[in-house]
């Protein structure tokens, strides 16, 4: 069966970094569209950044500049590099995965979610 696994949560500072991982199995990784959420309490779900089979990527405007994701079709691996973090990226972040990047919502994949906490 589908499973998506986030990793590399945690606490950090205002400026600090984290990495998010989020391995996959289950279906063919390298033709699907991988991407993040995230959650903030008391908020609605949104878009984080994702990248399509062909590498292509989209990244909110909340994060660009900051965030990098990247995905290892090997590993079937994606990640989320977070730099220069900011106390507004505290969230439940989670990974998901798509035969098409407008397709999460409606079709797609979803992991259970690792919690990001950023303090001022």
């Known amino acids: 069966q589908v499973q998506l696994v986030e990793s590399g949560g945690g606490s950090e500072q205002a400026g600090g970094s984290l990495r998010l991982s989020c391995a996959a199995s289950?279906?063919?990784?390298?033709?699907?569209?991988m991407g993040w959420f995230r959650q903030a309490p008391g908020k609605e779900r949104e878009a984080v950044a994702s990248k399509d089979s062909d590498w292509s990527t989209v990244y909110s405007d909340s994060v660009k500049g900051r965030f990098t994701v990247s995905r290892d079709d090997a590993k079937k691996t994606q990640y989320l590099q977070m730099n220069n973090l900011e106390p507004e990226d505290t969230g439940m972040y989670f990974c998901?995965?798509?035969?098409?990047?407008?397709?999460?919502?409606?079709?797609?994949?979803w992991g259970q979610g690792t919690q990001v906490t950023v303090s001022s």
């Open positions: 289950g279906f063919t990784f390298s033709s699907y569209c």
């Open positions: 998901a995965a798509a035969l098409r990047c407008d397709w999460f919502e409606s079709h797609g994949y």
